[in-house]
């Protein structure tokens, strides 16, 4: 069974330039997140989405960040304009949905901002 | 506010030899409980989790927790450690029972000497 797919995996841009980052969740996974690691951090969740309903935004700055998963499949998350405190690993993340279910993890889109 | 602490920001063990990495919570009630690992440049891979019953659980690659809730602690432990051990580790909880929004700690980075 495939995992969760994230691309570009790594990703370097200039200051006030757009990114967009997309997302396969695992083939059932009704659940999706979006979290962003700072380095030496731990993840902090951007989004949740239950199928293609946003239900938790609470902590996407949404000024500059947008994100979509029509048809409650895939997902793109966007930053424009990045800005240097944007740079960061972005993970992506599904599970089936009911409570008590794995979180699986994709391997992170690497953004840099310079 | 919920929050994860963990102590160590980097442990160095020897190989073969013990290890326990810390984990404390600030919560309520119960909540539900995890560890993550994450090797260089990979997603996040869950070890094992807490829901509820008995205190102390068994995880993949050789790793147990402990809950006590005396103490708000959950941490991780394995009799011997193995070189491929070497990455960062992330406790992790879920208020309110529910998976949504996974709250984690810094991170320890284990370094393992031959």
């Known amino acids: 069974e495939a995992g969760v797919v994230q691309s570009p995996r790594y990703k370097i841009i200039e200051k006030k330039q757009p990114v967009a980052f997309w997302c396969n969740p695992i083939s059932g996974h009704n659940t999706l997140y979006w979290y962003r690691q700072n380095l030496g951090q731990g993840p902090e969740l951007l989004i949740r989405?239950?199928?293609?309903?946003?239900?938790?935004d609470s902590q996407l700055p949404k000024d500059r960040f947008s994100a979509e998963r029509l048809k409650g499949v895939d997902s793109t998350l966007k930053i424009q304009p990045a800005e240097l405190g944007d740079s960061a690993v972005y993970l992506c993340?599904?599970?089936?949905?009911?409570?008590?279910?794995?979180?699986?993890f994709g391997e992170g889109s690497w953004l840099t901002v310079v | 506010a919920q929050s994860v602490t963990q102590p160590d920001i980097h442990i160095t063990v020897s190989e073969g030899a013990s290890l326990e990495l810390r984990c404390n919570y600030s919560y309520g009630a119960t909540p539900y409980l995890f560890w993550y690992v994450q090797s260089p440049g990979q997603g996040l891979q869950l070890l094992l989790k807490?829901?509820?019953?008995?205190?102390l659980v068994q995880g993949i690659k050789g790793f147990e927790a402990e809950f006590k809730r005396s103490q708000s602690s959950f941490n991780l432990r394995k009799p011997s450690v193995h070189w491929s051990d070497a990455a960062e580790y992330f406790c992790a909880v879920a208020p309110g029972g529910s998976q949504g929004n996974l709250i984690f700690g810094k991170g320890t980075k284990l370094s393992v000497k031959p």
């Open positions: 807490y829901f509820s019953g008995d205190t």
């Open positions: 989405y239950e199928n293609e309903e946003a239900v938790d």
């Open positions: 993340a599904s599970s089936p949905g009911q409570s008590g279910n794995t979180i699986y």
